[in-house]
C-alpha cells in the first residue's frame, strides 16, 4: 500500500529552526516530484515548495530564503529545513508526492502540527 508519513512538527518560538521529514513508501520514490504544503485554521492549503527527481527546488515567496526543501532517495524521505519561524507559519504541514509523467496520480501524507508562538 502507498503510504506518506509526516513527523518533526512541534512548538517553537519565534525565530527558531524546525525540520520536518517525510517517509514514502509502496511506490518508486526517485520517480516522484516531492512537495510540501501547509494549511492553517480557517485558510486554504497553501503550496510551500517542491523539489524534482534531478534536486531542482522552487519555494513559495513567503517561505523563500528561509526554508529549504531536499530529498533523500535512498531513504525515500523527503525533508524541510526551516528557519526564523514567524506567528503566520502556524499550520498543519503536508508532503505531497507526484509521479513526474503523470500528474494524475499522486498521494497525500496525514500531516503534522507546527506552532510558532512565544
Known amino acids: 500500500q502507498v503510504q506518506l508519513v509526516e513527523s518533526g512538527g512541534d512548538l517553537v518560538q519565534p525565530g527558531g529552526s524546525l525540520r520536518l521529514s517525510c517517509v514514502g513508501s509502496g511506490f518508486t520514490f526517485s520517480n516522484y516530484i516531492m512537495s510540501w504544503y501547509r494549511q492553517a485554521p480557517g485558510k486554504e492549503r497553501e503550496w510551500v515548495a517542491f523539489i524534482t527527481s534531478g534536486g531542482n527546488t522552487n519555494y513559495a515567496a513567503s517561505m523563500k530564503d528561509r526554508f529549504t526543501i531536499s530529498r533523500d532517495n535512498a531513504k525515500n524521505m523527503v525533508y524541510l529545513q526551516m528557519r526564523s519561524l514567524k506567528p503566520e507559519d502556524t499550520a498543519v504541514y503536508y508532503c505531497?508526492?507526484?509521479?513526474?509523467?503523470?500528474?494524475?496520480?499522486?498521494?497525500w501524507g496525514q500531516g503534522t502540527q507546527v506552532t510558532v508562538s512565544s
Open positions: 505531497k508526492a507526484r509521479d513526474g509523467r503523470n500528474y494524475r496520480t499522486e498521494y
